[in-house]
């Protein structure tokens, strides 16, 4: 494999990462546009172990031109070598894979630059800004800094979702996506400052479309100042 990936995935073979083939098992609708696939993992997990937040890199074919998405892995199972992935669905080929997912199917996978670093201090609070695309890496976050309460902006209906936020310390901030994000992203500029006033050891998550992000991200680290090991970001899909 990555020969046939085209210059991205040539970098990545330079890169030295790693190629695997996934099998689907089975595949169930969450809600009308939100679908959960079960796959087998080719010996991925054997070989990376696993972390928080982990995620791969999925190859489809965009009219005979490959197209790459990343994904983040729900409740994998290095033993079983097993796990699932989540897809909020919309136009685009990713989407149309997942709509037609059967047992039996296959697809081609990459596995770099996925990595998750604990805060050190461990945080007072986390905040984080996410939305559907980015809802299975959330909830792998927040189930391991769970030991903190946290504050989320989430961009997107939540009804129905597998949302593993727990109302006694997560305060989860829903939001409809307005002008390509700008209204996320306005949200958030009014709110945080002043929470962050009150926090010691904040730790920041930003996963939204990769404009948002990297606005946000600008904000966080220039004009509010936070040192780098306390921002985490990646832009997880483009408009």
Known sequence: MGQGH?????VLKLLRAKDFVFTVTGAEDVT???RRVHLTDGGMLAATGVHPTMWVRLWFDNAGKPHQRAYTLVAPDPGAGTFSLEFALHEGVASDWARTAKPGDTIEATIHGTGFTQPEPAPSHVFAIADTASLPALNSLLDTLDAAPATVWFE????GLPFRAEESRHDVRTLPRRDSGAHLVAQVKENLPGLLADTPD??????CDTATTRALTSYVRKELGLPKQRVNALGYWRP
């Open 32 to 34: 009308e546009h939100y």
């Open 202 to 207: 904040p730790y920041v998550w930003i996963a």
């Open 6 to 10: 085209g210059w991205e995935g040539a």
């Open 156 to 159: 997107g209906e939540r009804d």
